[in-house]
Every structure is written in C-alpha cells, then in structure tokens.
C-alpha cells in the first residue's frame, strides 16, 4: 500500500481586499503532494503567487489575506489550523528559511541565542544544552570558526553566513517539511552553489521534504526534483524537473527556458542577446478573461482569450495547463 504524502495540497485559493471591497484572487487552484524526502520546486516570475503560497502554507498570510481549499500536514490541515496549533507546528514539523536573512533574524540578538530560543522552548532544553546544540548547528551549515561565531550578532557576519544561519534556525527541531523561499537569491554564486550543497545534504541525511521557491531554474534544477511553474497565481505546468525543463510544454515555461542566460560556446563570439517574453504579469486586479498568459503568449488561439483553460493531468506526475494540451509539447 502506498503510503499518503506528507503534504496533500488540495485546491488552494488565497484572497485579499481590493480597493473597491471586492476580493482579488492571488492564488487559485493550486494542488500538488509531497512525500517525504522529496523535493518540489515551485518557480515564476515575480508576481507570480510563489511566495504567497509559502506562507499560506506556514500560516503568515498578510493581514486581510484569506487561504481556502486544504492543505494537510500529516492529516492536519494547515488552512483551518488555530494559531495555537500552528505555533505547535512552526518549526517542529515546518520549518522556513526566508529569502532575506537580514530581516529574519533579530538584529539585538546574538545568533547563538536564536538558534537556542528554538530549542528551548520546543524541545525543553537546558541553556547549555540549547547552546551545544546551536553550536553543532553551526557546524553542520558549514560556519567556520562557528564558536566564535557563537555569539556574534547578525551584522557582524557576512550574507551567506547569515543565511546559513537562518537555515540552522529552521533545523534546529528536525521538522518534517522545510520550506525555501528563495534562499539564495542575494548570494554570489560561490555561496549559492554552497547553500544548495547544504540543503541537499541535510534532505538525504534527514529525508525531510522540501519546497524550493526560486525564480531561477537553474538553481531550481540542481535543487529539486520535481517542479511547479506559476504564472499570475495559477499553476501552468508540473512535472520531474528534468523532463520540464529538457521537454517544456507549456509556452509560458518555454519562455522562461529561453530566457535563461548561457555560457557561450567557445568560439561563438559572444553570448548574444538574451531571448524575453513581452509584457509584464498581470496585476491581480486586471487577470485577462481567459488564458491569463495569453496577452504574452506568441502561440495564442483565438479560444485562448475567452475563457481560461482547464488544469489537465498528463499521467506520471505531468500536469499542464494550456489550450492546445499536451500537443504544446510539439510546439515550434
């Protein structure tokens, strides 16, 4: 019998209050499973409802925002969860690294001491034994010299030490699911291919989950295995990360593959003009009738304008969204 996912996201919506009273959809029909151990990407440009849906599904919505649909943690659902219960929650089953270090962590306290709050209050630990603890921590996301980095505060220390530390916070209580809202975005690329060695070390050796929201594939694929592609707060396309990103099949995913910049080949003469997709993501108050990437789309049918095309399941883990189905894999 095969055993039920870790996570069962199940028609997700998130709202919020538009300027004349009525309610702005930011997020719509977004269904996905996770296992334990797996890893999911969910990417799209910014506008996209990625880092919504992170929340969502930590319980931090914005004031005003509102969740509908379910999302079951381990059969509890996150969406109708009390705030009692999700601080039950944070960080013993979910834990979340957020895309700036700089704010997440409390510039007054010591890192140490952050990372021991955790531990203390959730796991009932001494002060010294929190402190052994973050300390190990430290060690384990690669901070040199961690001892004395033990009881630096946060601008002492670098961007990607700061994250690494942030990452260490979201450890601390070994939760079952870790969510990554874009950790390596700020970071050069000798530090972010670091981080990602972190993160994929800390999955194989705990099996945890993870949700890995990034606007760049090619972090994304390194990261993940299998990927969810956003657009205007609805989801596109889905599938292994490798075969949606070597066989694209919807226009929207296919745009942002060509977008992506590439090392030249020896030889070529340069790197060339990077390929765009015109226009910009709609607002949430202005969505087109129909397909809401239709006003961008170089493939559009006159159909694509009229109503927005249903979510349909290619078998294998693919999904996709697109009128012209799974003949948009055959595309020019």
Known sequence: MTPPPLLDVRALRVSVNGRDGARLPILADISFTLGKGETLGIVGESG?????????????????????????????????????????????????????????????????DQIAEGLVRGRGLSRREARARALALLDRVRIPDAARRLDAFPHEMSGGQRQRVGIAIALALEPALLIADEPTT??????????????????????????????????????????????????????????????????????????????????????????????????????????RFAPRCAFRLPPCEAREPAWEALGEGRGLRCIRGGAAGDLP
Do not use: W
Request: with cysteine; hydrophobic share 45%.
């Open 48 to 112: 996209s409802g990625k880092s919504m849906l992170a929340l969502a599904l930590i319980g931090l919505l914005p004031g005003g925002a509102e969740a509908d649909g379910e999302a079951l943690l381990e059969g509890t659902d996150l969406l109708r969860a009390s705030e009692r219960e999700l601080c039950a929650l944070r960080g013993r089953r979910i834990g979340m690294i957020f895309q700036e270090p700089m704010t997440a962590l409390n510039p007054s306290m010591r890192v140490g």
């Open 186 to 291: 700020a970071l050069d690329v000798t530090v972010q291919a670091e981080i990602l060695d972190i993160l994929a070390e800390l999955v194989r050796e705990s099996a945890m989950a993870m949700i890995f929201v990034s606007h760049d594939l090619g972090v994304v694929a390194r990261a993940t295995e299998r990927v969810l592609v956003l657009y205007a707060g609805a989801r596109l396309e889905e599938g292994r990360t490798r075969e949606v990103l070597e066989a694209p099949r919807n226009p929207y995913t296919r745009g942002l593959l060509a977008a992506m910049p590439r090392r030249p080949s020896p030889g070529a003469g340069g790197a060339g003009r990077l390929a765009t997709i015109p226009g910009t993501v709609p607002g949430f108050s202005a969505l087109p009738p129909g397909c």
